[in-house]
Structures are given as C-alpha cells and as structure tokens.
C-alpha cells in the first residue's frame, strides 16, 4: 500500500554541480601473487594523486571489481572520508573492465568524462590542460594529458587526420618531456619504442595559441560524453584487451567525427604493478605543490568535423603515413626512420 505523494514527483528536474567525472574501475583480487603485491600501495598513489589535483567541479567514480577485501576497506574509506569521491561501484564479479567503465559511463550526466587505470599518477594542471585543449579544439573528444610521438600511427584517429590536414596546421613540433616518454615506455615493459628522433619531434596542430599532439592513448584520456552515442550497444565479451579499448573508446570516437589528441607537455604518469621510491616523493611534491586548477567558466559546445572526414582521413592515413611515409615525412622535415 502507497500512502501519500512521493516529493521527488514536485521537482523530477535532474541538476548537478559538476561538468567533469573520472572514472577508474579497480581490479586487484589480491595481495599474494607477484602481479598483484603492490597493487594496494600503487592504488593509494593514484588516488591520492588525483584528489589533490582536481577541481571542485569535479565527481569521482571508483570500481570495486571483485576487489581483495583489503582494497576494499581502502575504497569504502576513500569514499567516505571525501565528498569529491561520489560513487564507489561495487560488484562482487568482474565484470570486465569495460563493462565496468559503461556501467558509470552511460548512467552520469557530466559532459566531460575521464577514463584511468589504477596505476596512473596525476601531476598538477592535468586537467587544466586537458579541459584547455577541449574547449579551444571544440571538435576534440579525446584528450590525454600524456603525449606520444608515436600516436599517428593509431588505426583510428582518421577524422584527425583529415581536419589536420585541411586546417594546415600539421607539423613536427618539439618534445618537451622526453624522460617522460622514456618512463612510460619502461612502465609497461619496453626496451625499444622510442627511437632518438621520436624522443625529439612528434606531430601536433595548433589554434590560436594552443597546440595539441595528435593521437593518444587510452589508459588515462577525457572523453566528451558524445563520443559514447557512438558506442556499441553490445556488453563486451572480455575481460581485458583484446581490442576493446578500441572497440568502445577509439573507434567510437572518430567515427563520431572528433579529434584524438594529447598535451604537448606530459601531465600523468603510468605507475605499473611494481612501487618504486620515486613514486613516493613524487605524490609528496604533488601534495605541497602550489597550484590554482579552477573550473572551467564554461565549456564550449562540441563541433563535428564533416562526416567525410572519417572516409577521406582513413584514405589519407592510409596514403601519406604508410605507403608514402618516407617522402612526406621528408617533406615535412623528418627523416625517413621516424
């Protein structure tokens, strides 16, 4: 039996104070295995990082996919203790990690959303240069606050192309972190990623005063919310890799027609599984950093480029980055092993 009126039927309106959520979905079963030792202590790192280093327009989603019960004690204490820290998801299965993603992603209402893994480490002005980028590039839809010379090579940044290229605004542009590339390329394993010239020059366009690195990856990246219209509405049959990173992230973002770009200066750092000293006097910087990151006062309305663009772009990424890759890299500069 229902008695009386519910109060929520007076004002259905949905309003919220922030424009920007991040979301990390947190997979460590354990403490035991090699893999996961230091999971818990790489965690804290990422956390701490990045609530020292958003702005009050801000909400954070976190995880719980089938977490040890030591992370979870940590989580339901994060989440608890700071009211920036909105959501904490729990499931007593993985789900995957892109399924846990959507399982956030699809249910807010913020028109910025930022994607990471839990082994990143934000450093100061992350997101002022990464909404900086979004709201000066307003046919951007992904931005990463880590650079990589090598994101040209990406299979799906084909409307990037095709805008960098009738804009005119491609060229070669100096690296200005190249320990950072160096770091991360040692982060994940690899000895070999980076030659000298790609520690050097990477490819970026430029408006106005901003220039922006073309392509990026996806372990830490802002998202309009638009780019997931594009999704597929299918769960993702798998648990990790396998391509459904770009399945449900790149892919949809350039056949929405938008921009996959990154910070020209490197803004995060990829942690791995393995703690190691530096880490730890880095988030102690981080900490007594003095920095303002004050919200953006608006953010300007997302622009397409032409729906061609992704047809004609995949044309010419195909012709000028691999088949003819030598001569037009000489042309613009660069030598032919680049």
Known sequence: MRIGNNPAKENSNLEIESYHRVVIPVYIPNLDEEYFKDGLKILVLCLESLLSTIHSKTRVTIINNNCCPEVVNYLQKIYKSND????????KVNLGKINAIYAAVKSNLEPLISISDADVMFLPNWQKEVEKILDVFPQAGMVSPVPTSLGYRSEYIYSTIYYALTKGKLKFSDVQNPKAMINFQKSIGRKKMYNKQHLSKYLTISKDETKAVIGCGHFVATFRAEVFKKSPNEVCKLKIVGGSESDYFDIPNDKANLLRLATTSNYAYHLGNTIEQWMI????????????????KSLSNVKYVKKQGYFIGKILHRVLFKKAKKIYFSYKGMKADY
């Open 281 to 296: 006097e880095e988030l102690d910087k981080i900490k007594k950093s003095n920095f303002t990151n004050n919200p953006l």
């Open 84 to 91: 920036l820290v909105d959501q904490l998801l729990q499931s």
